[in-house]
């Protein structure tokens, strides 16, 4: 073999190593760089999707948001003064009227005050007639006569001053509700920082929630709202009484609270509910699922099928729901919509309904 045969051999060699060693980064190089043709499910080379056939449907644009029931007249009740509690009238529950007498407290030092004050004005009183009697005769001077009726003003005033103080021995109901449960017993003694008991009306309950400040033009006094409570099916409904005059800086929330007529007893103060506040209502709105619209630079489209391949549309949205967004413009009824492969379908692509879909 000439030496010129065994270079050539050598090259030969080589190239064919540099071949087998580096094939595996050329092969795997011209996978990135050449995508794969896209290949349906069942073979055939067109892509099967889910389709949303478009119909006009009612749509509410709502306020959703949560809030908490509570009494409309609601307090603790305490005693004004202290003494040693003799009788409790009241049973735990029982529904009671504004001035109702529910606890009394021992009276009977400022009682024999009293009669003993009593008796001390009707005495002076009559000598304030006496006195009146001699005074237009020209019997005693205006000073004596002045003496008689401030001694009788002097002892009306302590009558008055006495009531008040046997009035505050007294727990009485400060409006019509049911009295809750009790926190003493007959023969405590009692002192005005002790809690006795609570009462709440519940024949009308107080509905306080909150809504975001862009709607505090929209929501306003006199306008119904829905509401649901927990493990309760049955829908209910309150009317906006009061609005927050202020916005709260720390939620951007404006407060609100609705009347709830309860006079059957259905709920009761503290229910957590949800509330809707539907703020206007379209009955032939275009409705499509949330995830066949697809963003643009310019705008919003959505693919759609005609004679069997895709086809695009621009459209206009408008109110959205959890699930489905409502074109205003660019749609109509009968329209079938596809709502699956998005990334993958092109327009002019062949494709095959797999499911319709709502």
Sequence with gaps: MTNRTKLAALVGVTVVAAVALFWPSINQEAKVLIPAPVVSNNGSGVLPVDVS???EEFLANEIRTTGTLLASEETALFSESSGKVTDIYFKEGQQVKKGTLL???NDKDLVAQ???IKIEKEFADKTMERQKLLFEKGGISREQYDQAQNRVNILQAQVDETIAKIEKTEVRAPFDGIVGLRQISPGAYLTPSI?????QNL???NLEFSIPEKYFNVVKAGDTIQF???NNELA???EIYAVEPQIDINTRTVVM???FNNKEAKLLPGLFAYIRYTIESINNAILVPSQSIVPELKGQKVYVIRGGLVDEKPVETGMRTDQHVQVTKGLAAGDSVITTGILQIRKGMPIQVRKIVK
């Design 228 to 230: 649901t409570v927990s």
């Design 257 to 259: 609270r609705a009347h």
């Design 103 to 105: 606890i009394k407290l």
């Design 53 to 55: 056939v478009v119909s």
């Design 114 to 116: 009293l009669d003993r």
């Design 203 to 205: 024949d009308v309950l």
């Design 236 to 238: 209910y409904s309150a």
């Design 195 to 199: 809690q006795t008991a609570s009462i």
